[in-house]
């Protein structure tokens, strides 16, 4: 059984798309991230960055105590090692997949974070760091569009980790001043992974955690964007 310690944003998602993929037990554990739940010191001796997911996996390959890891990239190597899934084969197939989950997690996520920050959440509205980092993310969807032209999948014709990485970030595009429209390869990318059943699954799970935004108030802003605590 895998204990998800988990949350309704992009990076939350990778997770439990995954999970819903490969079809293995686990228990979601909602942390409140609007309500600082991050920061309890439970939390914090398996992710100590105060962020979700983590996951404490109680059957680890080696058979050994439970492993617990932090950060949502690592997550997903973690598990597609763990069941032999979703990476693309062979030593070229394996380079690729890394490649784009580690775009996303270098680029398309903190990219796409700012924008929202700056766009939804920022009490100031500046108007150089909208303009910023919209026009950042509308690269990377070129880039992503470039380099699904011809692919059915980041990775080639396998659905892998990296898909699972992207995705979530794409769901919001509309919130990041994106047409899907302009991306015709992305587009028909995006509609392909959101009707796989696992995908419907996945946001199922969401939804039964929670529906309402993890800002939605002073004290939640405060929380969230207040800085370190404990």
Same mark, same amino acid.
């Given at each position: #059984? ?7 944003? !992009? ?18 554990? !909602? ?5 600082? =739940?991050?920061?309890? !010191? ?13 996951? %404490?996996?109680? @059957?680890?390959?080696? /058979? +050994?105590? !439970? %492993? ?15 069941? /032999? ?9 394996? %380079? =690729? ?8 997690? +270098? ?24 303009? *910023?980092?919209? *026009? =950042?993310?509308? *690269? ?9 032209? +011809? ?12 898909? #699972? ?5 794409? %769901? ?28 419907? *699954? @996945?946001? =199922?799970? @969401? ?18 964007? +207040?800085?370190?605590?404990?």
């Amino acid at each position: #059984m895998i204990d998800l310690h988990y949350w309704t944003t !992009p990076n939350g998602h990778k997770i439990t798309l995954f999970l819903e993929e490969a079809g293995l037990p686990y228990r979601v554990r !909602p942390v409140n991230i609007g309500e600082g =739940e991050q920061f309890d !010191p439970e939390f914090l001796k398996i992710s100590p960055n105060n962020r979700i997911p983590a996951i %404490v996996d109680d @059957a680890p390959q080696d /058979g +050994g105590a !439970p %492993v617990s890891v932090f950060e949502s990239g690592a997550i997903l190597l973690y598990l597609a090692e763990k069941t /032999g899934r979703f990476i693309a084969p062979g030593l070229r197939g394996r %380079v =690729e997949t890394l490649e784009w989950l580690f775009w996303q997690m +270098g680029g398309l996520g903190p990219m796409a974070g700012q924008n929202h920050h700056f766009n939804k959440y920022a009490a100031e509205k500046i108007p150089y760091a909208i303009e *910023r980092y919209v *026009r =950042e993310t509308t *690269r990377l969807y070129g880039v992503l569009d470039r380099r699904l032209d +011809g692919r059915a999948f980041v990775a080639g014709e396998d659905y892998t980790i990296a898909d #699972m990485a992207i995705y979530p970030w794409i %769901v919001p595009h509309r919130d990041q001043g994106q047409d899907l429209e302009a991306f015709p390869n992305l587009k028909r990318w995006f509609e392909a992974v959101a009707a796989r059943p696992a995908t419907v *699954r @996945a946001y =199922e799970v @969401a939804a039964s955690v929670n529906t309402a935004p993890s800002v939605s108030d002073a004290r939640s802003r405060a929380i969230l964007f +207040g800085g370190a605590r404990g």
